[in-house]
């Protein structure tokens, strides 16, 4: 549908007719052509001409509303992981499924495991199950959609990820069910669960609590034993006095030297036991030198205080000290980081020694206090008048400085408004904004949260008050607050790690799961710390038999260097990161943990694939009959097909043929005035 309208009142429009028709009376009044009908049709030519050159000068805009179709969305996922391996009856029935359903339905299809992929498979060998980043996607790429149902072929096992039914999805979208796997118990001793600390402090203490499940094992006797690399630490023996036992063992393990280690737990199997890849896993743990220490300062006391203080004090890393600004006389040199809650309009005698440390600064601000912004990073200010604004979040799509979950960024569009200062805001070229401010439905270019990595040292700025708001609505089941101390604590981290300064530096994770790519980013600056990569970068990674790989890296356009290495085995690896054949060198050392490794021969969870189902208003099939599965996908209230109407409105002047239109008229009666004598 076509149409024109304009923003002035209708008479307008008229007038520009009667000019029109005035102009072309005037002109044609005296003209005398042989024909009357010819004069005629100049004349409405003309009339045509002008009248439409005036009605362009009103801004007229067009509109064209197009409706389109949207079918309903199904989407099929299968289990490709080595537990549901011996059940391959899968494959053939999802595609007959497909089949099926692509008359009614448009059919999305994904396999799953350790990773996401399109379509089905018959290599059903991945090494775990991550359930719960299937929802993500189906939630990042289907929500909003036309979405009917989800049809999920499972085991029920998982051992990466959350609980699917813990996730936001698990009850607004219809999980179709289809069960697959052994739900017969047998005689099994295996370790489900290991609790410890990932980062520990030399000279500590740390406790190590395993988790054990028996089935069909009463009266045998296991022994549980810890292991440090290859070193016997501690030994329990327990019996097992009932059909199906739980028991929690507490292990204790003292952290005597710096670095990474590698700690196996290993129970014993007993007779007749089925498999026994489950009875050992292995956890690693990082010893550090010392803690963090970060000071808090504020003005007055906020809500906002206990907010990020809560996130602080769940990291057994950070030794916090809290302190009103006035009262603060020490120095800041032993901290290293400072959080400063600027939220009321003082004096800013206090504030020099902060500006003037090297110390990381995290800023938060409110419309009271810009003044204390200004002050401390210039580069960053806000030209206002201390008014203020109600603003949500909107995440930006380009931050680089850390990553941010996917969990994380959909809990970012649907939070209470902020209080922001209203006014002009300047930004660092050095910085980079991890959320927009968003006032209403509008999307602006003003910074909410910022990160910097200047000379001088790291900052960063919220520009807002009311974040214990934010806190208080992240309450997904028993993840409280997970993604609030997700968003902070990576602040945290990025302002206490300290830069590099060096001139050769190397990039990489330090710990990795076995099976992923290990990536390494390398930069070389000259000496006028330019980025340049002309000479050859290499690296040399040793394993601990002294099997030594060598690599070298590639060039990327931006003057720094990468290396992808995949394929290496668990356990610990040094390298050595060459310049130029060792004009520069760069030590280091990593660790490839292991999997967690799904076993063949395991009990299927039926019961979470039921309650998955009910949950969300759908169905659990008791086997594939695929009739049965399409009947009840077709007779889903949710199968409709939705009409998307939308409206494109732009101004009649950037219309072509219009101009086409004009041209033609005006060159129509110019050839004919012409022809018949009359210019």
Sequence with gaps: MFSITTELPIYYSVLCILLGVIYAYFLYRKNRFFSKKLTTV???????VVSVLFFLLLNPLSSVTETIEERPIIILSQDASVSTSLDSSDYQNLINLKNKLSSDFDVITYNYSDQINEGFTTDKTGSSTNISQLLDEIDLKYSGRNLTGVVLSWDGLYNQGS????????????????????????????ISEIQHNEISFLGN???????????????????????????LIESKKLKITSNSEFFKTDFTIKNSSLGL??????????????????????????????????????????????????????????EIEKEKISNFNSNYDKYNLVIYFAFSDNKLEKLEKIKSSDVSLLLLVGPNSVSKLNYLYPSGKVDGKNKSQEVTASYNADFSKFNVSTNLQNYLTDLPPLLAPFGTYNQSLTSEIVLYQKIGLYNTEKPLIIVDNN???????????????WKINDRNNNNLHQNFD????????????????????INYDKKIIQG?????????????YELNNDKEVSLHIKNKDGVIYDYVFSKNTNSSYFLIVSSLSEGSYSFIAKYNNSEQIVKGEFTILPKQIESKISTANHQILYQLSTE????????????????????????????????????????????????????????????????
């Design 42 to 48: 100049l004349f409405v030519f003309r009339a045509l």
């Design 616 to 679: 969300s208003n759908a169905y659990m099939f008791d086997k594939f009959n695929t009739d049965q599965i399409v009947e009840t996908l077709k007779n889903n209230p949710l199968n409709k097909t939705l009409l998307h109407t939308s409206e494109k409105v732009k101004s009649v002047i950037n219309i072509k043929w219009i101009l086409i239109l004009i041209l033609l008229f005006i060159l129509i009666e110019m050839v004919v005035r012409r022809y018949n004598g009359t210019y």
């Design 455 to 469: 000379s001088e040292k790291k900052y960063s700025v919220v520009y807002s008050e009311g974040l214990w708001k």
């Design 516 to 528: 992923k790519e290990m990536n390494f980013f390398a930069e070389y600056y000259n000496e006028n």
């Design 205 to 231: 203490t740390a406790p190590v609590k395993v988790n054990i499940q028996t089935e069909k094992c009463k009266g045998e006797y296991i022994t549980i034993k810890l292991f440090s690399e290859e070193k």
């Design 486 to 505: 997700e968003l902070f604590s990576k602040i945290a981290q990025f302002l206490l790690i300290k830069e590099d300064k060096s001139r050769f530096r």
């Design 163 to 190: 609980n699917p039914l813990s996730h936001k999805i698990a009850k607004s979208i219809p999980f179709y069910t289809i069960p697959l796997g052994d739900t017969s118990v047998l005689k099994d001793v295996r």
């Design 261 to 318: 280690h590698k700690y196996k737990v290993v129970v014993s199997s007993v007779s007749n036991e089925k498999s026994i890849e489950n009875n050992s896993r292995s956890f690693y743990v990082e010893v550090l030198d010392s803690k963090y220490n970060i000071l808090i300062l504020y003005d007055a006391i906020h809500p906002d205080i206990s907010a990020i203080k809560s996130v602080l004090d769940k990291n057994k890393n950070y």
